[in-house]
């Protein structure tokens, strides 16, 4: 009755037939879509433990010159890159993805000695996450590829925003059927009793990283399943890996879980409970407890129910700062209290549109081909991930009032004109180059004329010559 209002407070379940190691096999695969990278590594590495094999990030920042050795190092990697410029507002990783798969990503930040830095991780243009040098922060989304490509992006607020690691992984397509278009961001991944360390890949074919409980409850029991003969019939449910089911808590009355280090806005969040029945004599009709979130009662659940031993509950809630998740046994004489084998907390931030991609695609073109003459130019090598969003590059500005971004003006390129090498100057590739560049400039020259006519409604030539000096002007810099 109390589940019917909540679009999916239904109960996904399916059957364990027997317990079977089989579930193994299945999960023995490579590392095939994966990238790992870790910053400012002087060489590419395998990780002995988890076999993932690391790769420097020299493809997008070639520069060693603000990589930071991160001391006292209590973790494995110790680098960090520093990106500071005047010029520049956002660095990106540009990451080769397939449209329309879901990934994982994963970016790890050890801030080191930069006491009050504060900068946003944005996933495309979505930001998901603030990191506060403060403490050492991982951010990990789970989003559809849009194109591709995806950046993943860092965009400053105060201080020089930094980077030690960046983890792409093909993601279970399951979280995002709920929400199509957004990016959902791990608050928590919890592997309910285990006392141990945290289980990754290879166990887990989508790399999640499940953590043990932070300060178990030491009243409740914990169990621990040791035969790992587990199999679950139906290959498509979303699942943990078996390390992580094989421990679970159970107690005669009530668990709960308390997350008081939520953020302080109201966000909404998904939340994953898996539950696997240890106990082999146990009947359907013996366990059934009731699920609290925040003191309402959302569900009420018996694992066995549909004859299986393994359930999936998913429930969204509302909420800021505080996540009170509380099972406690129905009132009415069951033979057996709550039991819990992990869940996943994820927050979920609506997916926001980048620029048009016919411009950035032009401008993307215009950038590339100027930065082969011009390799230091600093405006250029600041001009990184969406041309507009949040914030437009140094030199152009963007017009958002349609709901899309469309670049309106390409300006500030040509200040201190003619002095090659130097912040400012621009200079117009070779003869051969060049050629290519004025067919780009010509080509920006038709976008911003294109528009202009469309603005109006009619064509105009009114608007001809401010575009075609703005595409000039780039013209004029210094052709050598
Ligand atoms: C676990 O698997 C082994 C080998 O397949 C089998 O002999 C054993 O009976 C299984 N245990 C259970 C409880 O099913
Ligand atoms: C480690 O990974 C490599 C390539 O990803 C693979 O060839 C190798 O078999 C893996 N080794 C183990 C022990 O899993
Ligand atoms: C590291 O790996 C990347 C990607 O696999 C490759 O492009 C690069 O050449 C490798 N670098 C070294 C030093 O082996
Ligand atoms: C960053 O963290 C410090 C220490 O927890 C806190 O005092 C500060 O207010 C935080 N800054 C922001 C903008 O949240
Ligand atoms: C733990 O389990 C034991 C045996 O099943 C039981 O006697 C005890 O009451 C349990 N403790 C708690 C706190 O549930
Ligand atoms: C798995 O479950 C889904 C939905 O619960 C169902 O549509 C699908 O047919 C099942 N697949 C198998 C192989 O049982
Ligand atoms: C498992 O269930 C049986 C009966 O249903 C019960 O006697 C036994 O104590 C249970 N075992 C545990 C560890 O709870
Ligand atoms: C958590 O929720 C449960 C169920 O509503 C309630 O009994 C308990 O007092 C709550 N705990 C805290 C610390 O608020
Ligand atoms: C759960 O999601 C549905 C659909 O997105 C929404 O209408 C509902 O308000 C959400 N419930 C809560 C408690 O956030
Ligand atoms: C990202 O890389 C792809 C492929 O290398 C390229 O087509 C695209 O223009 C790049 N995007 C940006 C914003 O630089
Ligand atoms: C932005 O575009 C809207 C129409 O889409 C137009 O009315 C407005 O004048 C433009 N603003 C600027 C600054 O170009």
């Known amino acids: ?79 960090a890159r520093v990106f500071g410029s005047h010029l520049g507002s956002k660095w990106c990783y540009n990451l080769t993805t397939s449209k329309d798969q879901d990934y994982l990503i994963r970016g790890t930040f050890l801030s080191g000695s930069l006491p009050g830095t504060l900068f946003n991780v944005l996933i495309g243009v979505t930001p998901v996450g603030l990191v506060n040098s403060s403490d050492d922060t991982e951010v990990e989304g789970v989003f559809k590829a849009t194109n591709d490509y995806t950046d993943f992006c860092l965009s400053k607020e105060n201080g020089d925003p930094y980077i030690s690691k960046l983890e792409l992984r093909p993601s279970n ?11 959902l961001k791990l608050i928590d991944r919890v592997d309910v009793g285990n006392t141990g360390s945290e289980i ?92 609290y979130i925040n003191d309402e009662k959302r569900q009420e659940l018996d694992i066995l129910a549909d004859g299986s031993r393994y359930s999936v509950v998913v429930l ?47 401008v993307v073109d215009v950038r590339d081909e100027l930065l082969k003459a011009n390799q230091n130019n600093k405006v250029l090598r600041s001009w990184s991930g969406d041309p ?24 500030g390129l040509c200040g201190s004109r003619g002095s090659s090498g130097s912040a400012q100057g621009i200079v117009i590739g070779t003869i051969a180059g060049g050629s290519v560049l004025v067919m780009v400039a010509v080509g920006i020259y038709f976008l911003f004329f294109y528009k202009k006519k469309m603005a109006k409604g009619k064509f105009s030539a009114k608007g001809l010559p401010m575009a075609k000096s703005e595409s000039l002007s780039l013209l004029d810099s210094k052709i050598s």
Request: hydrophobic share 30%.
């Open 1 to 79: 009755m109390e589940g019917l209002h909540n679009w999916n407070s239904r109960l996904v379940s399916c059957c364990i037939l027997c317990l079977f190691l089989a579930i193994q096999a299945t999960y023995a695969q490579g590392q095939e879509g994966f990238l790992s990278i870790q910053c400012c590594a002087d060489s590419n590495v395998t990780e002995p433990y988890t076999n993932i094999s690391w790769t420097t990030d020299a493809n997008w920042y070639p520069d060693h010159r603000n990589c930071q050795d991160i001391t006292p190092s209590d973790t494995e990697y110790d680098k």
């Open 173 to 183: 397509p399951d979280y995002l059927k709920r929400e199509t278009s957004s990016i």
């Open 200 to 291: 990754r890949y290879p166990h887990d074919p989508y790399d999640r990283i499940w953590k043990p409980e932070p300060n178990p409850d030491q009243n409740d029991n914990l169990t621990t399943l040791s035969d790992t003969n587990i199999t679950v019939s139906n290959g498509s449910m979303i699942l943990p890996p078996i390390q992580v089911l094989q421990t679970a808590r159970t107690h005669p009355e009530r668990l709960e879980f308390l997350h008081n280090d939520l953020d302080t806005g109201y966000y909404e969040y998904d939340l994953y409970l898996y539950f696997l029945e240890h106990n082999d004599s146990v009947q359907a009709g013996q366990r059934v407890f009731d699920i």
């Open 316 to 362: 969204n809630f509302t909420a800021h700062g505080l996540l009170n998740l509380t099972m406690i046994k129905t009132s009415h004489g069951y033979q057996f209290g709550p039991i819990c084998s992990a869940y996943e907390i994820l927050q979920v931030h609506p997916w926001v549109q980048g620029t048009v991609q016919a411009e950035v695609d032009v």
């Open 388 to 411: 507009c969003l949040p914030r437009p590059w140094h030199g152009l500005s963007c017009n958002s009032s349609s709901g899309f971004s469309v670049i309106t003006q390409l300006n």
